[in-house]
């Protein structure tokens, strides 16, 4: 009996291993820069999964050790799900709202790798009464 416990521990840890690894979130101590994807039930059911997903293999196949793709709870700005903070240190943190995969592709591009905000796709640019 104690056995087949042990045998079914490894199992459940093994099947914890390979999600992990399918899902790729790295928890690097020394990222530069840190890309929260809200993940509460509002950013969920707005979407925030495939986004997580998407900002997760984009920097793999990148290969950009000194990013940390990470989920987050509530933001509390639930109007604007799926939400992504993108926090480098000595910069402003920038609020993406309404992100879609595709837009994490370019957020990557953009504003990761090349340093520029996608301003179109923050708070500021989305906000009520915003031009």
Do not use: W
């Amino acid at each position: 009996m104690v056995k087949s416990i042990m045998k079914s521990l490894a199992e459940l840890q093994a099947i914890r291993d390979k999600a992990r690894g399918s899902l790729n979130i790295r928890e690097n101590a020394e990222a530069q820069t840190r890309i929260l994807v809200g993940m509460a039930t509002c950013g969920i059911a707005a979407g925030a999964k495939p986004v997580l997903n998407a900002f997760v293999e984009e920097v793999a196949k990148r290969e950009l050790k000194d990013v940390m793709v990470t989920q987050t709870g509530c933001i509390g700005i639930c109007q604007y799900e799926p939400v992504v903070e993108v926090i480098t240190p000595g910069k402003e943190k920038v609020t993406y709202v309404k992100m879609t995969a595709e837009k994490a592709l370019r957020v990557v591009n953009d504003h990761i790798v090349n340093g520029n905000v996608v301003s179109e796709y923050t708070i500021g640019a989305n906000a009520i009464g915003a031009k």
